[in-house]
């Protein structure tokens, strides 16, 4: 059974850090990159770092320098790192597996809310 499990969402003042987490299960994702996406109220969906299976990791403009995406291939689970989180980093957070071909696994999201 595959699984993709978040966790680590909460409600953090301006300036505040998290760490998300998301452990799979049911396949190997160390073959393939990683993500973590986020949608906020009322926006679409939007990648926010993105991190392939030598560990080599790309992030979107408004999160580079505070966020930092990692993996551990040991206990199959993709982290998330966040510092001086801003009140536009609200959203929920979703880790994904590129499976390729435009084929992707999805978890069902954490929220983190900024105030």
């Known amino acids: 059974h595959v699984q993709l499990v978040e966790s680590g969402g909460d409600s953090v003042q301006a300036g505040g850090s998290l760490t998300l987490s998301c452990e799979q299960s049911?396949?190997?994702?160390?073959?393939?990159?990683m993500a973590w996406f986020r949608q906020a109220p009322g926006k679409d969906r939007e990648g926010v770092a993105s991190?392939?299976?030598?560990?080599?990791?790309t992030y979107e403009d408004s999160v580079k320098g505070r966020f930092t995406i990692s993996r551990d291939n040991v206990k199959n689970t993709l982290f998330l790192q966040m510092n001086t989180l801003k009140s536009e980093d609200t959203a929920v957070y979703y880790c994904?597996?590129?499976?390729?071909?435009?084929?992707?696994?999805w978890g069902q999201g954490t929220q983190v809310t900024v105030s």
């Open positions: 991190i392939d299976t030598d560990g080599g990791a």
């Open positions: 994904a597996t590129d499976l390729g071909g435009g084929s992707w696994l």
């Open positions: 049911g396949y190997t994702p160390h073959k393939y990159c």
